[in-house]
Nanobody, 116 residues
């Protein structure tokens, strides 16, 4: 069984930075993608950033140039560095992994609040 545990969410002022972490436990052999999604109150969940096993990366247009996704293979951890945060970035951020032949797993989420 795969488990994903996120951390790093916090209350931060506009313009500030946060780094989210998502640690995967269990066998993630055959992983295809790892990514960050977010859901704000009253809104649909949206993709924030995605990294593929081959190394390619996708970002939502709204975060390009401000957020960076990265992965530490030795630690089975994916990070989301978030800079120049805006109030519109306020949401619950969830980590996701898609495994070949085993499907998708989600973390429980971590709250990011951007407010003065």
């Amino acid at each position: 069984q795969v488990q994903l545990v996120e951390s790093g969410g916090d209350l931060v002022q506009p313009g500030g930075s946060l780094r989210l972490s998502c640690a995967a436990s269990g066998s993630i052999f055959g992983w295809l993608t790892m990514g960050w999604y977010r859901q704000a109150p009253g809104k649909q969940r949206e993709l924030v950033a995605l990294i593929r096993n081959g190394g390619s990366i996708n970002y939502a247009d709204s975060v390009k140039g401000r957020f960076t996704i990265s992965r530490d293979n030795a630690k089975n951890t994916v990070y989301l560095q978030m800079n120049s945060l805006k109030p519109d970035d306020t949401a619950v951020y969830c980590c996701n992994i898609y495994l070949s032949m085993r499907g998708t797993y989600w973390g429980q989420g971590t709250q990011v609040t951007v407010s003065s």
